[in-house]
T-cell receptor
Framework: AQSVTQPDIHITVSEGASLELRCNYS??????LFWYVQSPGQGLQLLLK??????LVQGIKGFEAEFKSSQSSFNLRKPSVHWSDAAEYFC????????????FGAGTRLFVKA | DAGVTQSPTHLIKTRGQHVTLRCSPI?????VSWYQQVLGQGPQFIFQ???????GRGNFPDRFSARQFPNYSSELNVNALLLGDSALYLC?????????????FGQGTRLTVV
């Protein structure tokens, strides 16, 4: 069965420090992978996606993610965090089977300290 | 251009009641998906509709139903509400159903069942 695991429930980083959010997935074929961000009380905004090709993908707001098939991982990174990056981050995998659905991880809450 | 719009934004219902949530997709988008996000968890896939036909269904009881109208707007209906149905209900629209198409999320409807 398809699944997504985000091992860290919450992470705290200092403003200006680098960030890495972990994501592991389970999927029987080549996965379609996504990272979304959700600010409090808001919907989801797509940060980046991976379908094929270059395993290092660039997204909006200075985020990037690297697909590692051997580790079934798709970690999100940012070299320098801004206070406005504080939010909930969701990793997701696109699954086929009666249409197309997105399976989300439980999320990682990012706190940014001054 | 308007994004995905959902109504109402907040709703309080009593156990056993029925609720209807509404979603208007981005103009030109023909696919609408519904997700349930319980507090502290990632969104869970409920339904996907495309061209007024159900294309996917998640693991939810028959109390949950949905439909899509000729203008591609959609309704999610939940009968016999339970306390556990309290959640943020998210609607996502996309041009097609395949995974190469980005899904855009609305702000959600916050349903509280008391």
């Amino acid at each position: 069965a398809q699944s997504v695991t985000q091992p860290d429930i919450h992470i705290t980083v200092s403003e200006g420090a680098s960030l890495e959010l972990r994501c592991n997935y389970s999927y029987g074929a080549t996965p379609y992978l996504f990272w979304y961000v959700q600010s409090p009380g808001q919907g989801l905004q797509l940060l980046l996606k991976y379908f094929s090709g270059d395993t290092l993908v660039q997204g909006i707001k200075g985020f990037e993610a690297e697909f590692k098939s051997s580790q079934s991982s798709f970690n999100l990174r940012k070299p320098s965090v801004h206070w406005s990056d504080a939010a909930e981050y969701f990793c997701a995998v696109g699954a086929r089977g009666g249409g197309f659905k997105t399976i989300f991880g439980a999320g990682t809450r990012l706190f940014v300290k001054a | 251009d308007a994004g995905v719009t959902q109504s109402p934004t907040h709703l309080i219902k009593t156990r056993g009641q029925h609720v209807t949530l509404r979603c208007s997709p981005i103009s030109g988008h023909k696919s609408v998906s519904w997700y349930q996000q319980v507090l502290g968890q990632g969104p869970q896939f409920i339904f996907q509709y495309y061209e007024k036909e159900e294309r996917g269904r998640g693991n939810f009881p028959d109390r949950f139903s949905a439909r899509q109208f000729p203008n591609y707007s959609s309704e999610l209906n939940v009968n016999a509400l339970l306390l556990g149905d309290s959640a943020l209900y998210l609607c996502a629209s996309s041009f097609r159903t395949d995974p190469n198409t980005e899904a855009f999320f609305g702000q959600g409807t916050r349903l509280t069942v008391v």
